[in-house]
């Protein structure tokens, strides 16, 4: 082989290593954009704080769907409240955020049940056995009144992304604030006294409470 024949392997070589080349750093900037894009989806659905999305049922009548009490027999609707203010958690025995803020609800369903506001724990896709267990351990607020949801209809007309979530109803059966995330006891009291004094309740994003 000559000379000039060994140039030219060479020029090859180089220009087909500079080709490949190029479609590696291709494929890399395509999969950058591909993961850039669907981390900025997720973030705008879930981000940091899934709370930031406002839901749509703000100011909308609370649903009537008649679910069975979890505690012997019987069923609760929501529009019987009515008249009173009502807080809605939906909750389950395997969620550890929800055994996080189990003796804030209580707390707040003791504090202000003389104030006719009542509480409705939803169960969410749990055991009933589980479920039980779980309020024997960490209590059963007075008043509070616990429910199950099997076939998450009444989860489903909330619009529950993921528990636990809570809502607000006010005494003309109309939902007013929601907390996303685990609640607190001055996020729950601040709300209240909103509600029960008139006032509608103050987003707060810090503590999770968001209306319209």
């Known amino acids: 082989m000559t000379k000039g024949e060994d140039a030219s392997v060479e020029w090859l070589d180089g220009l087909r290593k500079a080709k490949r080349w190029r479609v590696v750093k291709w ?3 395509l999969v950058m954009v591909a ?8 973030g705008t659905q879930l981000g940091k704080d899934p709370s930031l999305v406002r839901t749509p049922l703000i ?5 009537s769907t008649r679910v069975s009490q979890l505690d012997g027999s019987g069923t609760l609707s929501l529009p019987e409240l009515r008249g009173q203010v009502i807080v809605v958690n939906f909750w389950a025995s395997w969620c550890t955020a929800c055994r996080e ?3 804030a609800l209580t707390a707040a369903a003791t ?4 104030q006719a506001v009542t509480f409705v724990g939803v169960n969410y896709q749990d055991r009933h056995s589980s479920a039980v267990r779980f309020l024997d351990e960490l209590g059963r607020g007075p008043g509070y009144r616990y429910v199950t949801d099997p076939g998450s209809e009444l989860a489903i007309e ?10 607000f109803i006010d005494r003309d059966g109309t939902i007013v604030a929601k907390i ?3 609640s607190n006891y001055r996020v729950l009291s601040e709300t209240l006294d909103d509600i029960l004094a ?3 309740p103050v987003s707060r994003t810090q503590g999770k409470t968001f209306q319209r």
């Open 27 to 29: 494929s890399i900037a």
């Open 35 to 42: 993961v850039i894009g669907v981390g900025a989806m997720f």
């Open 59 to 63: 100011g909308e009548p609370a649903p």
């Open 101 to 103: 803020e189990h003796d």
């Open 111 to 114: 504090n202000y049940r003389d």
């Open 158 to 167: 909330f619009g529950v992304f993921g528990i636990p979530e809570t809502f």
């Open 180 to 182: 996303t995330g685990p």
């Open 198 to 200: 008139g006032r509608k």
